[in-house]
């Protein structure tokens, strides 16, 4: 595991990974960037190069995405449309 200490009493950077310390004094300018993979949300259905797959093969004019959980994909059908799901189809 990797910990940096910013000391900025003495103005030092104090790098130490792996049990190896390595003490960064001004005025040399070094930068240093510390990352880590964020918690990762709900996925749908996976597609080339790990993109969402929608399946669009009944689509229609003004077709909403929307998740059918029976068949475990996205879809943009005749099911829901901009006419379809407001009374008087003023989407």
Do not use: H, R
Request: aromatic share 6%; proline share 5%.
């Amino acid at each position: 595991m990797t910990t940096v200490n910013v000391t900025t009493t003495k103005n030092t950077v104090t790098v130490t990974e792996n049990g190896s310390s390595t003490v960064v004094q001004t005025p040399v300018t070094t930068t240093v960037t510390a990352t880590t993979a964020g918690p990762q949300g709900p996925q749908g259905p996976a597609g080339p190069g790990g993109g969402t797959v929608i399946n669009g093969s009944a689509k229609v004019n003004q077709s909403i995405v929307y998740y059918d959980s029976a068949s475990g994909e996205y879809k943009a059908d005749a099911t829901w449309t901009t006419q379809t799901i407001v009374l008087g189809g003023n989407f």
